[in-house]
């Protein structure tokens, strides 16, 4: 029996984004445009990561850090590699990263029928600040959720 090939989680660079892109647009119905990750490639506050396996992009997570507070923009596992610990590695990751950089809290929001994104959030601590009425589609509340990282 071979052994599971490890993951890796290292930065995002500019070739990963064809595969980046397949796993959005799976993943979200309003996903985000080429030029967004561009931009997240470029901005010295952004720190966008690749979980690869076998050479493959399977995930990635798009953290901004700004001083004392840092958000994950965007956090996305490719559907054939969900529930396998890979959206942890990633939230280890940008955790880790977010208190290397100074940042005293860690914010996000998400839709409030992602069930499986709220439980990932709530498992590492994150809590409920705020719901913003009908931001998705001007229908569905965005909850709008952090975590003290000192
Ligand atoms: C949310 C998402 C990133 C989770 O990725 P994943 O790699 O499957 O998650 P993991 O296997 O690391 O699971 C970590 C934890 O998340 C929660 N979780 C993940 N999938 C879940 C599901 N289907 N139902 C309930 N909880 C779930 C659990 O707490 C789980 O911990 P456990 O395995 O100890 O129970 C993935 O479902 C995804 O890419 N969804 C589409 C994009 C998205 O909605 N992103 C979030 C936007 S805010």
Redesign the pocket.
């Given at each position: 029996m071979s052994a599971p090939v490890a993951v890796i989680i290292r930065p995002m660079e500019r070739s990963d984004l064809d595969a980046v892109l397949a796993i959005e647009q799976d993943?979200?119905p309003n996903p985000w445009k080429l030029e967004h990750f561009i931009q997240e490639l470029h901005s010295p506050l952004a720190i966008p990561f690749v979980a690869v396996q076998d050479q493959t992009v399977i995930?990635y997570l798009c953290l901004m850090s700004l001083f004392e507070e840092a958000q994950i923009l965007?956090?996305?596992?490719a559907r054939l590699?969900?529930?396998?610990?890979?959206?942890?590695l990633l939230m280890d990751t940008a955790i880790r990263t977010a208190r290397e950089r100074g940042a005293e809290l860690l914010t996000?929001e998400?839709?409030e029928s992602?069930?499986?994104?709220i439980?990932?959030y709530e498992?590492y601590g994150f809590v409920r600040y705020f719901v913003r009425r009908g931001y998705y589609e001007g229908t569905e509340d965005a909850i709008l959720m952090e975590k003290t990282l000192l």
């Open positions: 993943a979200y995930g965007n956090v996305a596992v590699q969900r529930g396998k610990g890979i959206a942890r996000l998400v839709r992602n069930r499986a994104a439980a990932l498992s």
